[in-house]
């Protein structure tokens, strides 16, 4: 759903690969959490997480300006 904006036009070329690339990184860090649970991983994908939805409404609103 993060590339949405895009598919709506409603968003650049830099909306979409700063998407796609926060997407691969968040998987990555799932995936390692899955592959080796720990409480530091854990606490790698919450801060992730935490992260992961503002800096992309970030690089929405300045990809719209």
Known sequence: FSVLPWNL???G???LGVAVGL???FLAATLILLRTPTQAYAGY???ASVL?????LVVLVADRL
């Open 23 to 25: 997407g691969l990184a």
């Open 13 to 15: 070329n830099v909306y």
């Open 9 to 11: 036009e409603l968003a």
């Open 52 to 56: 992961y939805l503002p800096f992309l």
């Open 45 to 47: 994908v919450m801060r």
